[in-house]
């Protein structure tokens, strides 16, 4: 069966640079969430979409922006990157709202490194 | 503040036992409880998800055991087995009281050792 299909898979960028993560939903999926997970710590919700619009809004820096476009696929913008940022970033997507039946599935995420 | 505690933090069991994972919330709004599983380098795959109106869920060798008046859940694996060494992780969302897409809020993790 199809998964999430994140681009790229590593990414390494320096200090004070952008960054685009790109996030192709499972066919069908309509709502996309993205998360960060930093070194041996646990997925920190950053922000969902449904529909193309903004469904819920976690711990996403001011930094950072996000978008779903009419195909579904989002796209994480991160500008002035910090040290801080080098993380994993993992986009989930689910159909319609999530639900128990519908559940949110995880791609294998983006390494970012910033030098 | 830590919304879903998670312990312990890492546990070993030999293979054929039972490996428990317990996790407890704060949030009173939580109504979807999902265990995921990550193994290095792979994003986490769902495992086994729990509503409040069910006290156990079982699916293979993953049993999920809710307890709604402590606000605390479980996750068992019986007959462990080494592949089943992974970090598991516990979450929590308001899919039907929030009104969007919401995020899940996710516990810190139990890196489970199955030894042979």
């Known amino acids: 069966a199809a998964g999430v299909i994140q681009s790229p898979r590593h990414l390494i960028k320096e200090k004070r640079e952008t960054a685009t993560l790109k996030c192709y939903p499972i066919?069908?999926?309509?709502?996309v969430y993205w998360y960060q997970q930093g070194p041996g710590q646990d997925p920190q919700f950053l922000i969902s979409f449904y529909e193309k619009m903004q469904s819920d809004k976690g711990s996403i820096p001011d930094r950072f922006s996000a978008q779903q476009f009419s195909d579904y696929h989002s796209e994480l913008n991160m500008s002035s990157l910090e040290l801080g940022d080098s993380a994993l970033y993992f986009c989930?997507?689910?159909?319609?709202?999530?639900?128990?039946?519908?559940?949110?599935?995880f791609g294998d995420g983006t390494r970012l490194s910033i030098l | 503040q830590q919304q879903v505690k998670q312990s312990p933090q890492s546990l070993i069991v030999q293979k054929g036992g039972i490996s428990i994972i317990n996790c407890a919330y704060e949030?009173?709004?939580?109504?979807?409880f999902p265990w995921y599983q990550q193994f290095p380098g792979k994003g986490p795959a769902l495992l086994i998800a729990i509503r409040p109106d069910v006290s156990e869920k079982k699916e293979g060798r993953f049993t999920i055991s809710f307890n709604k008046s402590a606000k605390q859940f479980s996750l068992h694996i019986m007959d462990s087995q080494p592949g089943d060494s992974a970090t598991y992780f516990c979450?929590?969302?308001?899919?039907?009281?929030?009104?969007?897409?919401?995020?899940?809020?996710f516990g810190k993790g139990t890196h489970l050792i199955i030894q042979p």
């Open positions: 949030n009173t709004a939580f109504d979807y």
């Open positions: 979450a929590a969302s308001s899919l039907w009281s929030g009104g969007g897409a919401d995020g899940l809020t």
């Open positions: 066919p069908r999926h309509d709502t």
């Open positions: 989930a997507s689910s159909l319609g709202l999530g639900s128990a039946d519908q559940p949110q599935h």
